[in-house]
């Protein structure tokens, strides 16, 4: 398998692009945030990522599966337990995400007068 070290994510045929939709997304970004202090099964990242549905987190789950930022382990007991991990690349996005959720929090307001005064315009 080739590994891409840089990409240049200006290229539309950059693979660069596909990992920034995957971070990018509100989503990935909430399941970032509520792992970041440990496992989670289904059910618990459901209530806290409030507002997604189960088909929705079930398939940001799969692809963070998939893009290697979570682990999914499951447990043989009855009923089967599932519990959704960050991987140690899923561990190095906490910083920037958090940075980005701290951003987004100290600056709705304006955002917010903003996006009114464009409407009022």
Do not use: H
């Not at 940001?60 to 960050?86: H, Q, S």
């Not at 690349?89 to 100290?106: C, R, Y």
């Amino acid at each position: 398998m080739e590994t891409i070290e840089q990409g240049d994510a200006f290229d539309p045929n950059c693979p660069t692009r596909m990992v920034l939709d995957r971070i990018g997304d509100r989503w990935t970004v909430l399941v970032v945030i509520s792992l970041r202090n440990g496992p989670r099964r289904f059910t618990e990242l459901r209530r806290k990522v409030n507002g997604v549905t189960p088909k929705v987190l079930t398939q940001t789950l799969r692809a963070m599966e998939r893009d290697g930022l979570v682990t999914r382990e499951v447990f043989a007991e009855v009923p089967p337990r599932v519990e959704y991990t960050l991987t140690p690349l899923g561990m190095s996005l906490q910083t920037p995400i958090q940075a980005i959720a701290d951003w987004a929090e100290a600056n709705v307001g304006k955002v917010m007068s903003a996006r009114e005064a464009s409407l009022q315009a």
